[in-house]
């Protein structure tokens, strides 16, 4: 069980390393991220990189595939930080 746990660890600081690189992906990182719902924290420290995703065409998508999906940590944060209020 030990070793399931450090492996889950890992994969999780994998994903926080490659956030970091800025890629310049046509496909929206941070819908892939909420897709799993265990990466919302992730998510949120991510989204001035990723702000493409946040504009008038891929935002209101992303917010409500947070709703539709269960993320509430994301939906909750980006609703007090008025993140789609532009």
């Known amino acids: 069980m030990e070793k399931d746990i450090k492996a889950q660890d890992v994969s999780v600081e994998q994903i926080k390393s490659v956030c970091k690189w ?3 992906l046509d496909d929206n990182i941070l819908e892939a991220l909420l897709y799993h719902k265990q990466y919302d ?3 949120m420290v991510n989204l001035g990189l990723y702000s493409k995703f946040l504009d008038s ?3 209101p998508l992303l917010f409500l595939f947070g709703i539709t999906n269960g993320n509430d940590l994301f939906t909750k ?3 007090r930080k008025n993140i ?3």
């Open 22 to 24: 800025n890629l310049n």
């Open 41 to 43: 924290e992730i998510v």
């Open 57 to 59: 065409k891929h935002g």
């Open 77 to 79: 944060t980006v609703l």
């Open 84 to 86: 789609f209020d532009k």
